[in-house]
């Protein structure tokens, strides 16, 4: 370790004895009553030892932590020990890596060199995603167990991984390494909450790959065939399974007394496997999670924490299509991305005058970002809520209706909140029947995201001359936005 300091983080309550004085329960070692040692307790009783300040009778007994009747620089230490971590998370943290020989032989690794490589499964070779295989950060290692693999119907190329992954090759560059021993995890006591998220840190041995879920959760098949449409539209998840492959020994557990969503880890271990799992304090409430390494190694999990009110928080809009891609046409000249864009902006509003900042990924110009880069930047922005705004068409004129569509289980119930909302809205200010096709899975790009509630939101057919009608009115534009920031504010509501 280098730079080894002593920080002053934050700490996790230490059960001791109480003891009753003066009418009140205290916890021994706590002198500034805030229910948990700290350095500000060990340096009161440094100041009680030293004479610097007197301390009274029942100071003396809280500050005298191994019951001697005197209070020392030991009592000032055993708090310490306690209570902090003495390795300052800004430590620089080495990790093993395949470029070195560790005794074990040699084998085709991979590293991956993208901000945020998606994940498929091993088998079947197809490019459906699969929202129960989350991205994995820059720089994981893993063995390459196939040779290349092209996916002729999708153009896509992928290779194979012994974790039972597939990754899309483009996002990773294969090389012959060296083996690696099995990996130690340990997570560690430092935890800091900074703009709406609780973070904790992981200290691995190297940059093994790892799966991130919330369970448990029910699916049903349902819209396009797929299969991971959460079961009555409910979300379930009562904890965060971190399964970390190559894993062996494992270390640390940690509580969140200030965190309004996690509440403790336990360590599971299966084989060569090690699972963190993260306890929920209420089941189905989740809003999303960021992982990566930082620039001293540490695998950093931030949590996202409730957002109950929408002021001070971020949503990024996406107004579909733009630009060169003006999407659907209603056959009149009018096409889907000018309407989109009417329709974000209306809804930007709605949610300005709420006290959330307003994020767009495009502007109204011929130059707009690419799929790929928008869902990109909602990973970089990482907002507090992500939904996408189009418009869909049909081949037959007579199909209509608005819906609306997530890929990870914890974007459901925003989902079918705004598919609830958005016709409502409709029917009563302009008093159609805006048919509701409620919400489905589906894995729209740019609702691939972890990070936060993502949905997609098609706002009536185009193609339809009653729902084209009111998309393509100032007033229809203006409801279809007053529905979905209903559905984001019941939504919100919930927790």
């Keep these: 370790m280098k730079n080894r300091i002593i920080a002053v983080v934050l700490v996790s309550v230490i059960t001791l004895s109480a003891f009753t004085v003066r009418g009140f329960a205290f916890l021994k070692g706590d002198l500034n009553g805030n229910g948990v040692l700290e350095v500000a307790d060990a340096l009161e009783v440094l100041r009680i030892s030293s004479g610097i300040i007197p301390g009274d009778w029942y100071k003396k007994m809280i500050a005298d932590m191994d019951s001697d009747e005197v209070v020392t620089i030991k009592d000032a230490r055993s708090i310490l020990s306690q209570s902090v971590d003495l390795t300052d998370i ?8 395949p470029y070195t ?5 040699t084998s085709t690794f991979c590293v991956v060199n993208s901000y945020y490589s998606e994940v498929l499964p091993a088998s079947p070779i197809d490019n459906k995603s699969n929202p129960l295989y989350s991205a994995i950060p820059y720089g994981t290692f893993d063995i390459v167990t196939s040779e290349l693999i092209h996916h002729s119907e999708s153009g896509n190329d992928f290779y194979v991984l012994a974790s039972g ?18 990996n130690k995890a340990v997570l560690k006591k430092t935890v800091t909450k900074n703009s709406g998220s609780t973070q904790f840190y992981l200290a691995l041995d190297w940059r093994v790959p790892f799966n991130v879920t919330v369970n448990p959760q029910e699916y049903v098949t349902g819209f396009n065939s797929r299969s991971f449409n959460i079961k009555d539209g409910v979300f379930t998840g009562n904890y965060i399974d971190i399964t970390f492959n190559y894993t062996t020994h494992t270390e640390g557990e940690l509580s969140f007394p200030e965190s309004n969503v996690i509440s403790h880890t336990q360590w599971i271990t299966d084989g060569n496997n090690a699972t963190l ?7 189905g409430c989740f809003f999303g999670y960021t992982a990566y390494y930082d620039s001293n190694n540490y695998l950093v999990i931030s949590v996202k924490e409730k957002m109950n009110t929408l002021s001070g928080k971020v949503i990024e809009i996406d107004p579909g299509h733009g630009g060169k891609e003006p999407g659907a046409g209603s056959g009149t000249g009018v096409y889907e991305r000018d309407v989109t864009y009417n329709i974000a902006t209306y809804l930007k509003a709605y949610l300005e005058s709420a006290g959330a900042t307003v994020v767009f990924s495009r502007d109204n110009s011929a130059s707009v970002p690419e799929i790929e880069e928008r869902r990109f930047n909602t990973l970089k922005n990482n907002p507090d809520m992500f939904v996408s705004v189009h418009c869909d068409s049909s081949a037959d ?8 569509y997530y890929y990870k289980n914890y974007s459901g119930p925003l989902a079918f909140a705004i598919s609830r909302n958005l016709p409502s809205a409709v029917k009563k200010d302009l008093n159609y029947a805006m048919f509701d096709k409620g919400a489905h899975f589906y894995p729209f790009m740019v609702t691939r995201v972890e990070n936060c509630p993502a949905v997609l939101v098609e706002c009536g057919f185009i193609s339809n001359s009653q729902d084209f009608a009111i998309i393509n009115s100032p007033a229809g534009q203006n409801s279809i936005a007053r529905g979905i920031y209903n559905g984001i504010v019941e939504y919100c509501s919930w927790y």
């Design 397 to 404: 004129s007579s199909v209509n209706g608005s819906s609306a």
């Design 90 to 97: 800004n430590d620089y943290h080495e990790q093993l890596t």
């Design 165 to 182: 992954r597939r990754l899309y090759a483009n996002e990773i560059q294969v090389f012959n390494g060296y083996n690696m021993p099995y």
């Design 101 to 105: 020989d560790h005794g074990f032989g």
């Design 277 to 283: 799992r993260v306890y929920l304090k209420n089941a």
